[in-house]
């Protein structure tokens, strides 16, 4: 509040002290009274409206109050209060007599007006954007030269009052000049002042509004007063320092206003109606001194005639109001027909207001929408017109950024020199010959932009021209948001068929390139299958192929239990193609291997077995001489993830009551276990075994398939082999190794060369080949 802040009560003193002395100067007279009451108001509603205020971008479009804006800027502040606290003390020192003390107060009262509208002037605050004011228009130098003229115009009369003995020999005439002086320098200075403003930070919105109006302001009271001097209203010392005091204190109202155009539409009524009323007063004091006789009739005369030219002041003043030439006109008609119902007949139309108002260099006005990215534009027959066409995003993203979301060109221009990063986005819309790009939104954001051409215009984009783009952007927002749903929709449907058909082309790629690797896991598994699929025929083998296929089924571990030197990888790889996983991966593990016993590696997510067998089957060989860990490890995991075949020399429960297996992998093998059949139970498949051994054996020792004489295929048939596959495997390949390399088949004598000896009692042991019988045999000849 007011009486809260320090600096109200010192001008309230110092006007007060100017009011009394005037009083006491007059004796007391009541106008006295009303002019000490008058400045203290004056006081009180001047820093009230300034105590509390925030900046308005000024782009709303709604009705703002005219109060001014200074907490964003505080030089801003103390400048209007020392223009409201001059102008109070100049109308309290008014007050008093003609002397020299009250010229001197009248002369400070118009120099802190001076001064306060000058640094006003210059701490103008811009509406933001990339437009700033340099550091050169900021300076104060205008508020030292009319501080150095109001020196002289306050020092003499006050040296006069404060010193009379010593200034006798001053004249009064001198004190009159050196206040004409001061008054014409001020407002000339000010005059200046607000021009420089006007041209030197045209860029930065908002600012031109303001010296514009402070240089009509300033121009207007500058010629009243010189009329008025002229005319001999009044003396040319007192008129001319209360034009300084109505100039001033305009400008500080201009400079800080909350709304540029409010100030720049009432200044301009005001001198507009200055201008057209003060020549008819300015006649009618004229001939009112020309003709005191005829006083009344012409008082009425100038009376009627100050009414009407007040209403032709009112319409000048509308017409050359703020609202903008020809581009503002044609916005609001613009934005008038966007309110067609139908969207694309509302943006043909509102496209169409705008061609060709500035000229016809460049493009046409046109609007740039980014789903799908086009340029909508209307020739002169009035038909639409679509490109494909994209707007630098980073023109977008600076636009959005500006008041009113608008980017004008003169904008980046100001902000090139310093800003390298807006140079290529000045040369974008100086190419296509643009003066304004006004960004379109909806409720997710920004969905286009409206681009006005430069035309022929070489003026910079002013307030009004800024609020009715942004009104017709708004309006177009909500027409182009239905038209690009519209859109969007259609292209994300071309954009989604043509994903579909990509994610389908892929998926068949993809499941080809599966398909290829689990033919190839499949054509392992049967490569390590081969051996236990060989002869099936004894009922031992049937049974266990049967047993291990049905549970392969199933979703539980399987057992086998293996005496030594079985193939069980072969019999595991049967368990794995027998099972809804055979097309994944079968991973084998040896539990005798030091490696499998790391338990870090059970729990890594990337090298732990059960990862890689995930889909798979995962062969856990010896299982029960992993550690417990590990053990307890492989009984947690889930029981989805992969298929387990446990390979084990003797049954769970007997393993379990050694300590050999946890309780827990105990339990999830349960009785599932399935003895595979020893070679000494395969009496009917042994010779099939023999035979397919031979033949594999040969083609790889000696490049051809070897046979068997009957009298080496009975005595094999007639062993047990407690080696099983191991043994026989070992022995068939020493036996061809010993054989002669011309030799197609093994004889009895070949595998007792190879460490073989027939059972005891075998009727083949007496039945030898005699010995030249068996060398004409493997000369090539035959043998009965």
């Known amino acids: 509040m007011p009486w809260q802040d320090r600096s109200f009560w010192i001008a309230a003193v110092i006007v007060a002290y100017a009011s009394v002395a005037g009083l006491r100067a007059t004796g007391g007279e009541p106008t006295g009274f009303v002019v000490l009451g008058l400045s203290l108001l004056v006081c009180l509603i001047g820093f009230r409206a300034t105590d509390d205020v925030t900046n308005s971008n000024g782009l709303s479009g709604a009705a703002t109050s005219d109060a001014m804006p200074t907490s964003a800027n505080p030089e801003l502040r103390v400048a209007a209060r020392l223009t409201i606290t001059g102008a109070a003390l100049f109308v309290a020192a008014s007050s008093g007599t003609h002397s020299a003390g009250f010229v001197a107060g009248e002369n400070t009262g118009a120099a802190l007006t001076s001064v306060g509208s000058l640094w006003a002037l210059a701490r103008i605050t811009p509406l933001g954007g990339v437009a700033t004011a340099s550091q050169a228009s900021r300076r104060l130098d205008a508020v030292v030269f009319t501080a150095l003229f109001w020196i002289v115009a306050v020092a003499l009369p006050g040296a006069k009052a404060v010193l009379p003995e010593r200034s006798k020999e001053l004249d009064?005439?001198?004190?009159?000049?050196?206040?004409?002086?001061?008054?014409?320098?001020?407002?000339?200075?000010?005059?200046?002042?607000?021009?420089?403003?006007?041209?030197?930070?045209?860029?930065?919105?908002?600012?031109?509004?303001?010296?514009?109006?402070?240089?009509?302001?300033?121009?207007?009271?500058?010629?009243?007063?010189?009329?008025?001097?002229?005319?001999?209203?009044?003396?040319?010392?007192?008129?001319l320092p209360l034009s300084v005091v109505i100039a001033s204190c305009g400008s500080a109202y201009a400079a800080s206003t909350r709304e540029p155009e409010a100030a720049l539409r009432l200044l301009r009524t005001i001198v507009a109606a200055a201008i057209i009323v003060m020549p008819v007063l300015l006649?009618?004091?004229?001939?009112?001194?020309?003709?005191?006789?005829?006083?009344?009739?012409?008082?009425?005369?100038?009376?009627?005639?100050?009414?009407?030219?007040?209403?032709?002041?009112?319409?000048?003043?509308?017409?050359?109001?703020?609202?903008?030439?020809?581009?503002?006109?044609?916005?609001?008609?613009?934005?008038?027909?966007?309110m067609t119902p139908d969207p694309e007949d509302a943006l043909r139309r509102a496209l169409f207001e705008l061609r060709g108002v500035l000229g016809s260099d460049g493009e046409p006005a046109a609007l740039y929408r980014f789903f799908p990215p086009e340029r909508l534009s209307v020739d002169r027959a009035g038909y639409m017109q679509t490109l494909r066409a994209e707007v630098?995003?980073?023109?977008?993203?600076?636009?959005?950024?500006?008041?009113?979301?608008?980017?004008?060109?003169?904008?980046?221009?100001?902000?090139?020199?310093?800003?390298?990063?807006?140079?290529?986005?000045?040369?974008w819309m100086e190419e296509r010959g643009l003066l304004a790009v006004s960004v379109v939104r909806d409720a997710d954001g920004p969905i286009g932009v409206v681009v006005v051409p430069r035309g022929s215009r070489t003026a910079p984009s002013i307030l009004s021209e800024v609020r009715a783009l942004r009104e017709l952007s708004d309006r177009l927002g909500a027409v182009l948001g239905v038209s690009s749903m519209l859109a969007r929709s259609r292209?994300?449907?071309?954009?989604?068929?043509?994903?579909?058909?990509?994610?389908?082309?892929?998926?068949?790629?993809?499941?080809?390139?599966?398909?290829?690797?689990?033919?190839?896991?499949?054509?392992?598994?049967?490569?390590?299958?081969?051996?236990?699929?060989?002869?099936?025929?004894?009922?031992?083998?049937?049974a266990a192929v049967q047993r291990l296929e049905w549970l392969a089924q199933t979703n539980d571990a399987v057992t086998l239990l293996s005496a030594p030197g079985i193939d069980v990888v072969a019999w595991a790889a049967l368990v794995h193609l027998a099972s809804p996983r055979k097309t994944g991966v079968m991973v084998v593990k040896d539990g005798g291997n030091a490696a499998e016993h790391d338990v870090a590696k059970w729990h890594d997510r990337v090298t732990n077995p059960m990862t890689a067998a995930a889909g798979g089957t995962l062969?856990?060989?010896?299982?029960?001489?992993?550690?417990?860990?590990?053990?307890?490890?492989?009984?947690?995991?889930?029981?989805?993830?992969?298929?387990?075949?446990?390979?084990?020399?003797?049954?769970?429960?007997?393993?379990?009551?050694?300590?050999?297996?946890?309780?827990?992998?105990?339990?999830?093998?349960?009785?599932?276990?399935?003895?595979?059949?020893?070679?000494?139970?395969?009496?009917?498949?042994?010779?099939?075994?023999?035979?397919?051994?031979?033949?594999?054996?040969?083609?790889?020792?000696?490049?051809?398939?070897?046979?068997?004489?009957p009298h080496a295929m009975a005595a094999l048939v007639e062993y047990n082999f407690p080696g099983n596959d191991i043994e026989l495997e070992a022995l068939l390949l020493r036996a061809v190794l010993a054989t002669p390399t011309d030799a197609k088949v093994i004889t009895i004598r070949d595998l007792e060369g190879a460490g073989f000896s027939p059972p005891p009692g075998s009727t083949r042991r007496a039945k030898r080949v005699a010995p030249a019988a068996e060398g004409k045999r493997r000369r090539g000849g035959k043998t009965s």
């Open 491 to 542: 292209e994300r449907e071309v954009v989604a068929r043509s994903s579909v058909a990509q994610i389908e082309n892929e998926r068949q790629r993809v499941e080809a390139e599966l398909g290829r690797i689990q033919g190839q896991f499949v054509a392992i598994a049967q490569l390590l299958e081969r051996p236990a699929r060989v002869a099936v025929y004894s009922p031992a083998a049937r």
């Open 172 to 239: 009064g005439l001198v004190l009159d000049y050196a206040t004409v002086v001061a008054s014409l320098g001020s407002l000339g200075v000010g005059l200046f002042a607000a021009a420089r403003i006007a041209t030197v930070r045209r860029a930065e919105l908002g600012v031109g509004e303001r010296a514009r109006a402070a240089l009509w302001v300033g121009s207007v009271a500058l010629a009243v007063g010189v009329m008025a001097a002229g005319a001999d209203v009044l003396a040319p010392e007192r008129v």
């Open 283 to 338: 006649g009618v004091v004229f001939l009112v001194h020309r003709r005191p006789d005829l006083a009344g009739p012409i008082a009425f005369v100038g009376v009627g005639l100050g009414a009407a030219a007040a209403l032709v002041a009112r319409r000048v003043a509308g017409r050359d109001g703020p609202r903008g030439g020809r581009l503002g006109d044609a916005l609001r008609s613009a934005t008038r027909a966007a």
């Open 619 to 709: 062969v856990l060989l010896d299982a029960h001489l992993l550690p417990a860990l590990v053990q307890m490890r492989i009984a947690s995991a889930t029981r989805d993830d992969f298929g387990l075949v446990v390979v084990l020399p003797r049954t769970v429960d007997s393993l379990a009551a050694n300590g050999k297996l946890v309780e827990t992998l105990a339990d999830r093998l349960g009785a599932r276990a399935v003895a595979l059949p020893e070679i000494s139970a395969r009496a009917e498949d042994l010779s099939l075994l023999i035979l397919d051994k031979l033949t594999r054996v040969g083609q790889r020792v000696r490049g051809a398939p070897m046979g068997i004489e």
């Open 392 to 427: 630098p995003s980073r023109l977008v993203a600076l636009a959005d950024e500006e008041p009113g979301r608008v980017m004008r060109i003169e904008a980046l221009e100001s902000a090139a020199v310093r800003r390298p990063e807006v140079r290529p986005l000045m040369a």
